[in-house]
Nanobody, 122 residues
């Protein structure tokens, strides 16, 4: 069972990145998938989540209108499209799985990817 987060990198303010969260060894269909981020010296925060049941999506206020979460069950992958990036979006981004409803509480999540670094700087 493995989650692989990828797609991070260096981008200028106002730029875009698409993060991917790919699963191996299990099917993502039955899980809510959350994206979290953690910047140096800050607590981990929930960014977005997509439910397993009806595909409902949830966003932190800080990213609403700029980030879009989606899932491609055929590819067993969840994406986080990040537009209009700001320096305060810089962090290590993690994806995680949860059997229940979407939540921004990290402790309810079962499996975590290794994280991908997002740097927003000119």
């Amino acid at each position: 069972v493995q989650l692989q987060a990828s797609g991070g990198g260096l981008v200028q303010p106002g730029g875009s990145l698409r993060l991917s969260c790919a699963a191996s060894g299990f099917t993502l269909d039955y899980y809510a998938i959350g994206w979290f981020r953690q910047a140096p010296g800050k607590e981990r925060e929930g960014v977005s989540c997509i439910s397993s049941s009806d595909g409902s999506t949830y966003y932190a206020d800080s990213v609403k209108g700029r980030f879009t979460i989606s899932r491609d069950n055929a590819k067993n992958t969840v994406y986080l499209q990040m537009n209009s990036l700001k320096p305060e979006d810089a962090a290590v981004y993690y994806c995680a799985t949860h059997r229940g409803r979407c939540s921004f509480y990290g402790y309810v999540y079962d499996y975590w990817g290794q994280g991908t670094q997002v740097t927003v700087s000119s």
